[in-house]
């Protein structure tokens, strides 16, 4: 995810934004990893996905996905992934580091161009020993790997053929690639993610139009390729579900008495506060967690969608037959949140007919780590089924600084307030920052990182430099971190201008 995103909805938004002074923001607290659980009961860890870091877009007999559609469309700052951080060359590398930062755990996605470019069929050897190697240097390093089979990377193919996930031979083609991943990887891989952010995917995938496959119809969103915005976000949801549910179904029947392995799915998660104390913004607070949330969660953990979805989208919102739900309902063993800021929601039920837009233009974005305890408060209502935080951090301007000051107070307190959550019985099980290096960005390109590590674009061997918040992060899982960070006053513009804009 990205910068990218929270821009969006800065722009979208029309209420004031909450100013945050850095020394208003600092709660003066201590503690380290030995307040936590130990592996494997609880991992720290780092995040990327496939199209981000790899690179190598075009070797070795990967196809291309959406999302290389999408970046050669000029929506990226004219920027692509074609060559990324290289990882795909330098993971030996970038293992390293990992090795060095401490990390526990390490979270990727597979392109699933690259393993099947066809996106079904015959699988590319190279793209499954690039796989096989990386796992293994993982696992050769004490590393655990926490593997993502979708990260907004549907085989163009795919897309051409049948319009992708719209279509439910896209379902049918994800099962017997997810089939191909445990069949090959699942000796070593214990921890699989079939989708990130679906949510995400298909609200700015197939309504707004932002994010590939840019689909979207007018007034929902503007210079689309095609769609239909009161539709087709319904359906691509409904479609993924019935992926996950017969994906994760295949795994607890053929693969998981042997290997042993864990399977969830990955949401966005906001944690959403009323913008008053109006019934009316309370009703509209939870309202945006069934759209957003209760979406994936309600039909994962119930079987059904959430009354408030069926109700406000009528016969737009596919039906799940009996058998489909009780195939959706339980398929599970964890879930992931990939969280990054409280958002303020104000009631706008004048645009009931609107959809799932009734919510998001009304939204501010307010530094508040303990949202993070809020969500996985709330997590209760689901059963407190066991989550990872697969998603975590802050973007500064790339080129800005390795004394990223204002990253490192973000990720000491979203931390600090994980260890509340703990304490009060949340059954989270990782943490994970996002990103591992500065990636591409989403909407963004290279304009602006998420990185503990900064990747120097300007050198032809991509050299890594670890920020402030890698040595903090570093020396935080290695057991030795109890202070307080100080805030220097030539960063704090930074961090103000975070929340100003
Ligand atoms: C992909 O499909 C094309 C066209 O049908 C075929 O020529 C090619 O061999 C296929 N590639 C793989 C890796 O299966
Ligand atoms: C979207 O689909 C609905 C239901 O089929 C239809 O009524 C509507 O006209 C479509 N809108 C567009 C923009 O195609
Ligand atoms: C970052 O620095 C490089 C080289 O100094 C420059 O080419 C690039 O445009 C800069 N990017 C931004 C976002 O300022
Ligand atoms: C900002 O402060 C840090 C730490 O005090 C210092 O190392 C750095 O040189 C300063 N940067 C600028 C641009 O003044």
């Avoid at 401490?102 to 793209?127: D, H, M």
Wanted: some cysteine; hydrophobic content about 35%.
């Amino acid at each position: 995810m990205g910068t990218s995103f929270v821009i969006i909805f800065m722009l979208m938004t029309v209420l004031v934004v909450a100013e945050m002074k850095a020394d208003e923001v600092e709660g003066v607290r201590s503690f380290s990893r030995l307040d936590f659980p130990l592996p494997p009961h609880f991992v720290f860890g780092s995040s990327t996905s496939s199209y981000q870091v790899e690179g190598a877009a075009f070797e070795d007999g990967r196809k291309p996905s959406i999302w290389d559609t999408y970046a050669h469309s000029g929506y990226t700052n004219g920027a692509n992934g074609d060559i990324a951080c290289d990882e795909y060359h330098k993971y030996k590398e970038d293992v390293h580091l990992m090795v060095e930062t401490g990390l526990e755990a390490y979270r990727f996605s597979i392109s699933w161009s690259r393993l099947i470019p066809n996106g079904t069929g015959a699988v590319n050897p190279k793209g499954l020993q690039y796989y096989n190697n990386l796992i293994n240097e993982l696992i050769n390093h004490g590393i655990e790997p926490h593997v993502t089979l979708f990260h907004y990377d549907t085989p163009q193919i795919l897309e051409d053929e049948y319009g992708g996930w719209l279509s439910k031979k896209t379902v049918k083609a994800f099962v017997a690639y997810a089939n191909i991943c445990f069949r090959e990887f699942g000796d070593r891989v214990l921890h699989w993610t079939t989708f990130n952010e679906p949510n995400v995917f298909a609200h700015y995938g197939y309504d707004l139009g932002l994010f590939q496959p840019s689909r979207c119809s007018s007034p929902f969103g503007t210079n689309c390729v095609g769609g239909n915005s009161s539709t087709e976000p319904y359906i691509v949801a409904h479609n993924i579900l019935l992926a996950h549910a017969a994906t994760a179904r295949l795994y607890f029947k053929k693969y998981k008495a042997e290997q042993h392995g864990l399977i969830g799915l990955d949401v966005y998660a906001y944690w959403y506060v009323p913008y008053t104390n109006a019934p009316e913004d309370v009703i509209a607070t939870q309202r945006a967690f069934d759209f957003f949330i209760g979406w994936f969660l309600n039909p994962l953990v119930h079987g059904d969608y959430p009354d408030v979805m069926k109700k406000n989208a009528e016969t737009r919102i596919p039906t799940f037959t009996k058998l489909e739900s009780r195939l959706v309902k339980g398929s599970f063993d964890f879930l992931g949140l990939n969280h990054y800021s409280t958002i303020q929601v104000e009631d706008m039920s004048i645009n009931l007919q609107m959809d799932v837009r009734d919510f998001t233009e009304d939204m501010a974005l307010p530094y508040n780590p303990s949202g993070l305890r809020e969500l996985l408060e709330y997590m209760k209502n689901y059963g407190n089924p066991p989550i990872y935080i697969y998603e975590n951090g802050q973007s500064t301007i790339r080129n800005e600084t390795l004394h990223d000051v204002p990253r490192l107070r973000y990720i000491q307190g979203y931390i600090g307030s994980l260890l509340d959550a703990l304490r009060s019985g949340s059954n989270a099980r990782g943490y994970f920052i996002w990103s591992f290096l500065d990636v591409f960005e989403l909407l963004d390109g290279f304009e602006s990182g998420y990185g503990l590590y900064y990747v120097d674009l300007d050198d032809k061997n991509l050299k890594r430099y670890p920020k402030l918040s890698a040595q903090w992060y570093s020396n935080f899982l290695k057991g030795r971190s109890h202070q307080v960070i100080e805030i220097s006053p030539n960063i704090s513009y930074l961090s103000q201008s975070q929340f100003s804009q």
